[in-house]
């Protein structure tokens, strides 16, 4: 399969405490992007790389959240204290440089916070 | 800014018949408009876009999409739905200039009944 893969698919985990989910995105997409959805809402934007630099950034990343993507490969984004209102589906999505953006999306991580 | 509206929650059609779920969109300039297709516990996948040009857009699984830059909706349509067509479709916009973000609607969930 060459599509974007994420781990781990689920994970629960206690309020307070850190976790991290981790992408693959398509091996020849420099452009990687992270989305959060909410039950009954559409994918939010969070933030984007094109390689390894982090290019943008929403609102609603938190200083409690921080994305990497060391090598221009994967990315790993990080909820330091979560909180109850994290639980969502964290999506990640890549795409070639190209004029017209075209983002392929993985199956997401979701985080239960308890 | 940009945002979409998907005016309907649920799209009911029997299958055979024809099927529209609608969106409508505001963006400064000229949009880029997306039509993504979720099932349940996955990702988002990509069905069509419009960039430029013939404002009628073909995609995966016999979708097609109508742009309307005077209505500015760009309505997915298909001429005979199946059963297995019924899931969660979000409509998506992004800027035609610099880094395109996609912001999508809240989604419209299509059930084909037998």
């Known amino acids: 399969d060459t599509g974007v893969s994420q781990d781990p698919r689920h994970k629960i985990t206690k309020r307070g405490q850190n976790v991290t989910f981790r992408c693959d995105p398509i091996s020849e997409h420099n452009r990687l992007y992270w989305y959060r959805q909410t039950l009954g809402q559409g994918p939010e934007f969070l933030t984007y790389f094109q390689n390894e630099a982090q290019l943008e950034k929403s609102r609603l990343l938190s200083d409690r959240f921080s994305a990497e993507r060391p090598k221009g490969s994967f990315s790993t984004l990080e909820i330091q204290r979560t909180e109850q209102g994290d639980s969502a589906m964290y999506l990640c999505?890549?795409?070639?440089?190209?004029?017209?953006?075209?983002?392929?999306f993985g199956p997401g991580t979701r985080l239960t916070v308890l | 800014a940009q945002s979409v509206a998907q005016p309907e929650d649920q799209v009911n059609v029997a299958e055979g018949n024809p099927l529209t779920v609608k969106c409508t969109y505001s963006?400064?300039?000229?949009?880029?408009l997306f039509w993504y297709v979720q099932y349940p516990n996955r990702g988002l996948q990509f069905l069509l876009k419009y960039i430029t040009g013939d404002n009628l857009v073909k995609g995966s699984y016999g979708f097609e999409a109508e742009f309307n830059k005077s209505q500015t909706s760009f309505h997915l349509k298909k001429p005979s739905a199946l059963v297995s067509d019924s899931a969660l479709y979000f409509c998506a916009v992004s800027p035609n200039t610099g880094f395109q973000k996609l912001v999508f609607g809240t989604g419209t969930r299509l059930l084909v009944s037998p």
């Open positions: 999505a890549s795409s070639l440089a190209e004029v017209v953006d075209t983002q392929y």
């Open positions: 963006v400064s300039g000229n949009p880029y």
